[in-house]
């Protein structure tokens, strides 16, 4: 049974940082990629960024393009989100997310760690 469990969230000034972490188990060896997303009150979930499990260069929506950065310990099956600069309408609940089939949808989602920043 895959897991994905997410952790970090919490209450951060404009300007700040935090430091997400997003924990797999059950088979992480069979992961094709990692996804984080957010959903802002109000607003429809967005994609953040992603990474391919087994390797190569992460990738980022343009918000967040230059202050996000996603980084993975597979030797912990931990998925990273280092999120720097942050500002009010980065305020959300951000979730990650395991696809193993590569076939397009994302297949397992943890259940989002919030994220406020106040102004």
């Known amino acids: 049974q895959v897991h994905v469990v997410e952790s970090g969230g919490g209450l951060v000034q404009a300007g700040g940082s935090l430091r997400l972490s997003c924990a797999a188990s059950g088979g992480t060896i069979n992961f094709y990629r990692m996804g984080w997303f957010r959903q802002a009150p109000g607003k429809e979930r967005e994609f953040v960024g992603g990474v391919r499990w087994s390797g190569g260069s992460a990738y980022y929506d343009e918000s967040v393009k230059g202050r996000f950065t996603i980084s993975r310990d597979n030797a912990k099956d931990v998925v990273y989100l280092q999120m720097n600069s942050l500002n009010p309408e980065d305020t959300a609940v951000y979730y990650c997310?395991?696809?193993?089939?590569?076939?397009?949808?994302?297949?397992?989602w943890g259940q989002g760690t919030r994220v406020t920043v106040s102004s």
């Open positions: 997310a395991a696809d193993v089939k590569a076939d397009g949808p994302y297949d397992f």
